[in-house]
């Protein structure tokens, strides 16, 4: 190893780099651009969903019931049936997602502390917007349950929702405060990997890999020259994405920089190692490019990145052991929004760094063995 | 790093080298040693395992078996003593594209250990003889072929290594560049640098000091280039005609006539070296079959017609098939 050559590899990867028309944009923009996408695509709130109220009640209880829902910002009323037929046809015909039915006598039930039901229906046809109304509705009929008969008073209980769940650290379920943190660790695990297995496989590719083995360059000299630039760019990458995510999108972030910095870091390693298991498999850089494509897709699927991954079937949900993302996103996800202590995340950090690490070495060993070729 | 007085003689001491891709022998148990100081010219056809022979050489292949010293050190053991005293040129242009000429020559000597002090002059130098000066702030990939070439060996030649290795420089380069470029090489030569170079061009090969011809993975023809052609069994006559195609089978039907071979809008026939006038028995024989003979005269013999008439027996010899041999090597 000698410092002289990592810093001129350094040094020649940076000129490089900065002669490059794509890989500047890739790098800076990019990242910006998935979040500015996920965040407002797919991070979106579901807002004024169309409900439908039969109200057979007719009292103060009953209009204070569909004024919670209203009142919410979640549920405009945009239908007002008679019968439960008509109810039926309004969700049918689409002009309601969501219905409520409150039935006679509710009212009474609600003086004399009996218990009462309502009936929430919800157009399943679209799960997300179910899942979140749903989820909205449980919170709104939990509040109404507690103004009703005071904290600790159950016995109102809506049809099919569990009036006692209360959505917990994110209380106004904004998507966007989940999607942020998981975006940090997602972009370093494309970046890295991508533009790592590129790098590589654009020097096998132009020759320029075996003119260096001719030099007294060394395997570590060679490595380090790579990573350590790569590495910079990653942590100037997750900084511009972390202020965008905190300055624009207003993501409070309540946990420790060391604690998301720290475990970043070590993911970090896991995603060096696929960019270098990935530059192995490739002969050139359009190969590369569809190999990450590829490795990609399981790891977003199953790491709960987009979709929860305790529904998964069994053997699936083993699988997710095996993806560093997985824990990584538990880790970020945990420190922006509940501040947990490293004390409590530590489980996941021993997984990572465990899966991190043997990947990254699985990399470096194989690297060195194919790189005399 | 330019010590030349090790005690041993040969710069490159082959034995036995032999590199297998998949089922085919792309070099076969090549046994072979290069005196220092040298030129020597490796030439054959495409395929032959020319570029493999030299990857080995210049320690960026490893081989299946056998071993190459290089200056007394093993590739296989020992190529961390082996690079620093060498240089190779690859077949493809292999410096960074992206990287002006006078980055690419400081990035080389700072991986190779050029002392701060030497690089601005060696630099300098460099430029100066390979005409790269004007364009030490362009970007190699906006150079022309020739000029691409010229700053590769630069490259290698920015450490002052004592060996070095040219796997076809001069490829798809224009005449005056290549010939540019080989006046270089002798310059490098008059310095005591041994070079090995491989060339599909005979003229190339004509300068070298001693030349190897490899086939299917074996050299079955060592000697030096006057050696080659003293080899040949006669003399050769060129022969003008207007249609040389009809002349090649009036030509063959000679008793005098070995072989023959067609060299721009010229016949070269070899002759048996007791053959006597023979130019008068050809001119005679065409113009008798009605072709317009526009000249007959003595010629020299060439490597091109050296290796065509040696290599079918040299091949047989070491039982390598002849097939196709000479089709390629013309």
Not at chain 1, 352 to 363: D, P, R
Not at chain 2, 14 to 38: Q, S, W, Y
Not at chain 2, 104 to 118: I, S, W
Request: net charge neutral; proline share 4%.
């Amino acid at each position: 190893m000698s410092w002289r050559r990592i810093r001129t590899l350094i040094w020649k990867e940076f000129v490089q780099i900065s002669r490059d028309r794509a890989m500047l944009p890739i790098l800076f923009i990019m990242p910006i651009l998935q979040l500015v996408l996920f965040g407002y695509v797919v991070g979106s709130d579901v807002r004024n969903l169309n409900l439908a109220v039969l109200d057979q009640d007719n009292t103060v209880q009953s209009v204070r019931i569909v004024d919670g829902f209203t009142s919410s910002g979640y549920f405009t009323v945009s239908a007002r049936p008679s019968s439960d037929a008509q109810l039926k046809d309004a969700l049918d015909g689409g002009q309601a997602v969501v219905a409520i039915t409150i039935p006679k006598g509710l009212g009474d039930a609600v003086r004399s502390k009996r218990a009462a039901q309502i009936g929430v229906i919800i157009d399943g046809s679209d799960s997300r917007t179910s899942g979140v109304a749903a989820g909205y509705a449980a919170g709104i009929i939990a509040d109404l349950s507690n103004q009703f008969y005071g904290t600790g008073g159950a016995a109102m209980t809506a049809g099919g929702v569990n009036a006692q769940v209360r959505v917990l650290y994110n209380p106004t379920m904004r998507a966007v405060n989940t999607m942020v943190p998981a975006l940090l660790a997602f972009i370093l695990l494309m970046s890295t990997s991508n533009v790592m297995s590129q790098a590589i496989v654009k020097e096998r590719e132009k020759g320029t890999l075996e003119q260096l083995f001719v030099t007294p360059i060394g395997r570590a000299d060679y490595l380090l020259g790579k990573l350590l630039p790569y590495t910079l760019i990653a942590v100037a990458q997750l900084t511009l994405t972390f202020l965008v995510g905190v300055l624009w999108f207003q993501v409070p972030f309540r946990g420790s920089l060391l604690v998301t910095g720290g475990g970043l870091m070590l993911f970090m390693l896991a995603a060096l190692g696929i960019g270098m298991i990935v530059s192995l498999m490739s002969r050139t850089r359009q190969q590369a490019q569809q190999t990450s494509m590829f490795l990609q897709m399981p790891q977003m699927m199953l790491s709960g990145f987009m979709f929860p991954i305790d529904a998964l079937p069994k053997w699936l949900y083993l699988l997710t052991f095996l993806i560093p993302l997985r824990y990584i996103l538990v880790i970020v996800r945990a420190n922006f929004l509940k501040g947990s202590s490293f004390m409590e995340l530590w489980p996941q950090f021993a997984m990572m760094a465990a899966f991190s690490i043997a990947i990254f070495l699985f990399g470096l060993s194989r690297f060195s063995k194919r790189l005399a070729d | 790093m330019t010590d030349r007085t090790d005690s041993v003689e040969a710069a490159i001491d082959v034995r036995a080298l032999t590199r297998v891709f998949r089922n085919v022998k792309a070099v076969d148990d090549v046994t072979m040693t290069i005196p220092r100081g040298e030129v020597f010219g490796l030439v054959g056809p495409d395929g032959a395992g020319k570029s493999t022979l030299i990857r080995m050489l210049a320690t960026v292949l490893a081989p299946t078996s056998g071993d190459a010293l290089v200056f007394g050190h093993s590739v296989l053991t020992d190529p961390h003593k082996v690079k620093p005293r060498i240089g190779y040129m690859s077949q493809a242009f292999s410096l960074y594209g992206d990287l002006t000429v006078q980055e690419n020559l400081d990035f080389f000597a700072e991986l190779r250990g050029v002392p701060h002090r030497d690089m601005a002059s060696r630099s300098k130098r460099l430029l100066e003889f390979s005409g790269l000066t004007e364009f030490s702030k362009r970007q190699a990939q906006f150079l022309s072929g020739g000029m691409k070439q010229k700053l590769a060996l630069a490259a290698t030649l920015i450490s002052e290594p004592d060996l070095l290795f040219l796997d076809e420089p001069t490829t798809g380069v224009d005449p005056v560049s290549r010939r540019e470029f080989w006046r270089i090489i002798s310059g490098l030569h008059r310095d005591g640098i041994t070079v090995f170079v491989a060339t599909p061009y005979m003229d190339e090969a004509d300068r070298c000091d001693e030349i190897a011809f490899m086939t299917q993975g074996r050299i079955i023809l060592r000697d030096t280039p006057s050696g080659m052609k003293g080899r040949v069994p006669g003399r050769v006559i060129e022969v003008a005609v207007d249609d040389y195609r009809g002349a090649m089978r009036v030509l063959r039907a000679l008793p005098c006539v070995h072989s023959l071979e067609v060299s721009g809008d010229m016949l070269r026939v070899l002759v048996a070296k007791d053959a006597g006038a023979c130019e008068g028995t050809l001119r005679d024989a065409l113009a008798g079959a009605g072709f317009t003979v526009h000249h007959v005269t003595p010629s020299q013999t060439d490597l091109e017609m050296a290796f065509a008439t040696l290599i079918p027996t040299a091949a047989k010899s070491t039982d390598a098939s002849d097939g196709d041999i000479l089709a390629v090597a013309g």
